[in-house]
T-cell receptor, first 111, second 111 residues
């Protein structure tokens, strides 16, 4: 059974600091997705990582995938308040590719 | 841009009522999904569909059914609503193994 674990589940950061969110998954998969959810809103797609060693960057966020370690990271550089949100990773399961989501990391960036 | 719309943002229903949640996407996506999102439990897949008139159970289908009569529309039905179905319901669609696009969500309260 595929399980997806994120840590930390809660993260309080100061503006300007760097931090990393980790996403571990339990069985082989070559597709990993990152989403952002603002309070009371739906999920917005951030990154799709489709191969080992894939790295994608958008602004202050950078995501990477290590399929051998079954690990993806979401690195936040010089955090700003606008990045406050809940971040989810999701892993494709089986041939149909349904997604299994982690429980999310609630990020709060304080001035 | 992909647009996924849901028929209601907020719904209040009584126990035992039949509830219909509708989802429409405008990008000719073959795959559509219904999730529920609960605090501490993340997103859980209820049902999904890969084609018109086709449906597959997800991880928590009990108490729910779905209908997909047209490619763009995927309906979630609660045959007899119960209080434990109070939740945020999210619809999503995608093409192939690409990222999922989510609707705005329906917050359902069952009294």
């Amino acid at each position: 059974e595929l399980k997806v674990e994120q840590n930390p589940l809660f993260l309080s950061m100061q503006e300007g600091k760097n931090y990393t969110i980790y996403c571990n998954y339990s069985t082989t998969s070559d597709r990993l997705y990152w989403y952002r959810q603002d309070p009371g809103k739906s999920l917005e797609s951030l990154f799709v990582l489709l191969s080992n060693g894939a790295v994608k960057q958008e602004g202050r966020l950078m995501a990477s995938l290590d399929t051998k370690a079954r690990l993806s990271t979401l690195h936040i550089t010089a955090a700003v308040h606008d990045l406050s949100a809940t971040y989810f990773c999701a892993v494709g399961r089986g041939s149909q590719g349904n997604l299994i989501f982690g429980k999310g990391t609630k990020l709060s960036v304080k001035p | 841009d992909v647009k996924v719309t849901q028929s209601s943002r907020y719904l209040v229903k009584r126990t035992g009522e039949k509830v219909f949640l509708e989802c429409v996407q405008d990008m000719d996506h073959e795959n559509m999904f219904w999730y529920r999102q609960d605090p501490g439990l993340g997103l859980r897949l209820i049902y999904f569909s890969y084609d018109v008139k086709m449906k597959e159970k997800g991880d928590i289908p009990e108490g729910y059914s779905v209908s997909r009569e047209k490619k763009e529309r995927f309906s979630l039905i609660l045959e007899s609503a119960s209080t434990n179905q109070t939740s945020m319901y999210l619809c999503a669609s995608r093409w192939g193994q690409e990222t999922q696009y989510f609707g705005p969500g329906t917050r359902l309260l069952v009294l």
